[in-house]
Nanobody
Framework: QAHVKESGGGSVQVGGSLRLSCSIS????????MGWFRQVPGKEREGISS????????YLASSVKGRFTVSQSRADDILYLQMDNLKPDDSGMYFC????????????????????WGPGTQVTVSS
């Protein structure tokens, strides 16, 4: 069973930055897609990024493009989400998830396409 865990959340003021990390262990499939999601109470989980780890391909949702960046460290099996110029609407619980699915270019931002999830890390942006 794979183990996914996020870290790096916290509180920041508007315009500030945070970097989230996602580590995965115990993954045995050859394909590995990893995604970042966020959710606020009462709303659906929103896909932010989708990454195909074997070839270092990263795709961002239009809602965060230009402010968020995704990168990875293959040596440590860690996926990073760099969030800059944060806004109050970026507040929420951020989740990392993994999938061995087959997806087209651009990946997938649908939560149901991911099978293994971390517990989440809270991000709060205050004005």
């Amino acid at each position: 069973q794979a183990h996914v865990k996020e870290s790096g959340g916290g509180s920041v003021q508007v315009g500030g930055s945070l970097r989230l990390s996602c580590s995965i262990s115990g993954w045995t499939a050859r394909r590995l897609w990893m995604g970042w999601f966020r959710q606020v109470p009462g709303k659906e989980r929103e896909g932010i990024s989708s990454s195909y780890i074997p070839d270092n391909s990263h795709y961002l949702a239009s809602s965060v493009k230009g402010r968020f960046t995704v990168s990875q460290s293959r040596a440590d099996d860690i996926l990073y989400l760099q969030m800059d110029n944060l806004k109050p609407d970026d507040s929420g619980m951020y989740f990392c998830a993994a999938s061995a699915g087959i997806f087209a270019y651009g990946g997938t931002f649908r939560p149901q396409d991911y099978t293994d999830w971390g517990p989440g890390t809270q991000v709060t942006v205050s004005s």
